[in-house]
């Protein structure tokens, strides 16, 4: 499959170019490799880290609802207690039926009432000590993952601190190198770059596409070298250079 690009001058300029960005963009892979998976694993650890201390805030605030909810329901039950002894004394002063049964429901309400707080009580004290655990632990995991974060972190610094003047150099070179390709050439290339493993230009090789293997007819071969126009892989749309 062949494409329109004008004159052989133009033509020539053109497969230069993009043999010259395949180039580049082989030299920004190879520094990506070189940094490996540490921007991601750096990236993921910070994602860690934002989570666990959203996790721990919450679980903080729910433990001061619970510590303020128990301290409320010890006033209530210390309160009632003291109503059912002043209830309990006043029994013995009582005259009539009638106000024997009204002190008489008295402590009783005071007696549910101990009853009540007391159980939710326990229930606010395990829930401060489930709380307490949960928080704990995750601060402990939390500072694992802060020290590995800040180890991998320092990894990756001293990764780009190697590699940033080269890739900066390279991206300043793809750039102008980039402007100068016609742009249906530039968009071709760049989406079969994108699903090729990085490869949108491949060369002749041993009589066949140097990207997928496929095999070049000759006279197709003859127009390649002699750049007459640019020539895309039939099989797997790379553009084909000598």
Known sequence: MTTEVGGDNRVREMVRLLTELQDIDDELKDISLERGD????????QAKLGEFETFITQRKVDLEDATR??????????????????????????KTTREYDAVTAEVNFAKQEITTC???????????????????????????VRVEEKAKAADLAEKLAET???ERQLL???????????????????????VKDGRGVAKIFDNACGGCFAVIPPQTQVNIRKQLDIVLCETCGRIIVP
Not at 38 to 45: F, G, Q, S
Not at 77 to 87: E, N, S, V
Not at 184 to 194: D, F, N, Q, V
């Open 38 to 45: 540490l921007p991601e694993e750096v990236e993921r650890l």
């Open 69 to 94: 909810k128990l301290a409320e329901r010890v006033l209530q039950h210390d309160a009632a207690k003291d109503k059912l002894l002043k209830y309990t004394q006043q029994l013995y002063a009582v």
């Open 118 to 144: 007391e159980k939710e009580m326990a229930a606010l004290t395990a829930r401060k000590s489930e709380l307490t655990r949960v928080v704990d632990e995750r601060l402990s995991e939390l500072e694992k």
């Open 164 to 166: 940033e003047a080269e």
């Open 172 to 194: 300043h070179r793809r750039e102008n190198v980039v402007v100068r390709i016609m742009k249906p050439l530039y968009a071709h290339y760049e989406r079969i770059r994108k």
